[in-house]
């Protein structure tokens, strides 16, 4: 699929020649601010003036809500059934208002969960979201975060954000998007633990975001088996369920060899070097540990440890640097 | 100054005792007038809406043709109907010509642009993201006209008390089509220009005022219900 699109009101230009588009998959385009996420789905949900290019219900980046009672809103172009579906999505959301109540009195989070009850309501095969959490407190957001993700699974959809945590969170593919065009497409884990190049790796943040399935718990410890290896962390994933690990890659700490020195981490694995990439005044070293992680080093310590290529190392990581969401 | 102050003297006057022809002729203009509004109106204020949420070809032109209308002179208007209404005409047949019918026609010429020029405006000034939201809500055409109407309805009633600003105080299309027929055509624009052609300066004052009264009474209701719709 290909889209172009010159848009002169904010002045950027989308040059997206091809990008992969799966039914049924829910796709991240992840960017910095300014770099033509919106314009890109803008452009998909036909809002530019042309065709339109997917058959799509669309939330715009500032749902609008119009005069009359927040449940008018809700069910506006809808059908009773699917209107129905909406006022559960909406319960499911934590609107807990009043539909009787003008649409003016409610509050930004308010607004935006309503929008997103209705549009997830409508039957279109493609579900576009810009930014649908942006309106929520930071402590609404991981729940609703996990809601959403909930009742998006199995459809399709695109989902624009610049927040690590809601593209792990939602995402199964992603797409990194700077300057108006797609520079990686590739699963969520794959993208933020071997970027392709220092420009995305800039643009995601260099970040782990790790797959796998919640373990047993204990007391407030989660733990996310990724294959053979486990990774403990903060979070009360369901056990069993799919879930994420997120942690920073300052936040690994690399040790040459099978030994890790004495210190308070708990996450210990030890892998091969994959790859080292120098980013401005700092180094992001890819290991594979049975999975891929992250690890950002200065030159001096890179000089230390005597790193190349296919190195054995240990990384560590506190388990109170790994937050763990339940995708 | 004694000139003039004989004439308000007259003109209150005539004012105070309100005989039955002043009657004739302010019941008349509001009849005519407000007729003229309301049906321009009913055509207006859908035709603006549909220019304003757009998606069908020749909008660009309508959209002029309806700016070109808001300043459209009314003795044209006027002259336009004459033909068409008149005896050997097109529409001579309906024997409407010099009738109060066909004043409401003219005028009526007259508020549609009116009308749906305000329209149009209130519905584009509209913020971005409110358009933005009414073409992802994807509703059939109908339903978009009847929310972006709803959401600008304050406008509406700009538009309604702007289309009867204009016809009640226009003079060349009803002088042309009406005739200034006394007791039959005869509206305060066309009294006040044959008072004064008459130099019957007091009456034409008094006619004058109550001009002044209609318009500012017509005026301060809509806009009352304009500030009155506003959004909180």
Same mark, same amino acid.
């Given at each position: 699929m290909s889209v172009t699109a010159r848009y002169p009101a904010d002045g950027s230009i989308l040059d997206v020649s091809e990008f992969h588009l799966e039914e049924g998959e829910r796709l991240i385009v992840f960017g910095p601010n300014g770099s033509g996420k919106t314009t890109f789905l803008r452009a998909l949900a036909g809002m530019l003036g042309e065709e339109r290019q997917l058959d799509a219900a669309y939330l715009p980046q500032h749902p609008y809500l119009f005069r009359g009672s927040a449940g008018w809103n809700l069910g506006l172009g809808l059908t009773d059934e699917q209107a129905a579906l909406a006022g559960q999505f909406a319960r499911r959301f934590g609107l807990s208002v009043q539909l009787e109540r003008q649409a003016s009195q409610l509050s930004g989070g308010e607004r935006q969960r309503l929008c997103l009850a209705r549009t997830l309501a409508s039957n279109h095969p493609w579900v576009l979201l810009d930014e649908p959490l942006s309106a929520l407190d930071v402590s609404d957001r991981a729940a609703l975060a996990a809601q959403l993700a909930h009742a998006l699974s199995g459809r399709s959809a695109i989902i624009v954000t610049h927040d690590r945590e809601e593209a792990a969170i939602l995402g199964e593919r992603m797409a990194v998007m700077v300057g108006g065009r797609i520079l990686q497409e590739g699963s969520v884990t794959e993208v933020f633990s071997l970027p392709a190049s220092e420009e995305i790796a800039r643009a995601v943040g260099t970040a782990n975001v790790i797959s796998g399935f919640a373990g047993t718990a204990d007391e407030s410890l989660a733990r996310v088996v990724v294959g053979d290896s486990v990774i403990t962390g903060m979070g009360t994933p369901p056990p069993g369920e799919p879930c994420r690990a997120l942690f920073g890659a300052e936040a690994v700490t690399l040790y040459r060899g099978r030994e890790a020195g004495s210190g308070s981490a708990v996450n210990h694995w030890t892998g091969r070097v994959v790859a080292i990439r120098e980013s401005g005044r700092l180094i992001h070293i890819s290991v594979d540990v049975g999975f891929l992680l992250v690890a950002l080093l200065t030159p001096g310590s890179l000089e230390a440890l &005597?790193? &190349?290529?296919g190195s054995e190392v240990t990384a560590a990581v506190k388990a109170t640097a790994v937050r763990v969401v339940a995708t | 100054m004694e000139f003039i102050g004989e004439v308000l003297s007259d003109a209150l006057e005539i004012l105070t005792s309100f005989g039955a022809e002043l009657w004739a002729v302010t019941g008349l203009t509001l009849a005519v007038s407000g007729s003229a509004t309301v049906l321009g109106a009913l055509i207006g204020i859908p035709l603006g809406t549909s220019l304003a949420v757009g998606g069908f070809r020749g909008r660009g032109a309508i959209l002029v043709a309806v700016n070109t209308g808001m300043g459209f002179p009314p003795v044209l208007a006027g002259l336009l109907l004459l033909l068409l209404l008149w005896s050997d005409g097109p529409l001579g047949a309906w024997g409407l010509l010099f009738t109060p019918a066909a004043m409401v026609m003219a005028q009526t010429l007259l508020a549609i642009p009116i009308a749906a020029g305000v329209t149009a405006a209130t519905i584009q000034a509209l913020p971005p993201s409110a358009h933005e939201q009414l073409a992802a809500l994807r509703l059939t055409r109908i339903k978009k006209g009847l929310v972006a109407v709803g959401e600008a309805r304050a406008g509406m009633w700009a538009a309604v008390a702007a289309a009867f600003g204009r016809v009640v105080a226009e003079v060349g299309a009803v002088l042309i089509i009406g005739g200034n027929i006394k007791g039959e055509t005869r509206v305060l624009t066309t009294a006040i220009v044959q008072e004064s052609r008459q130099a019957r300066f007091g009456e034409a004052v008094a006619l004058g005022i109550v001009l002044l009264v209609i318009a500012l009474a017509v005026n301060g209701l809509l806009t009352w219900l304009q500030w009155r719709g506003r959004p909180s």
């Open positions: &005597g790193l &190349g290529a | -």
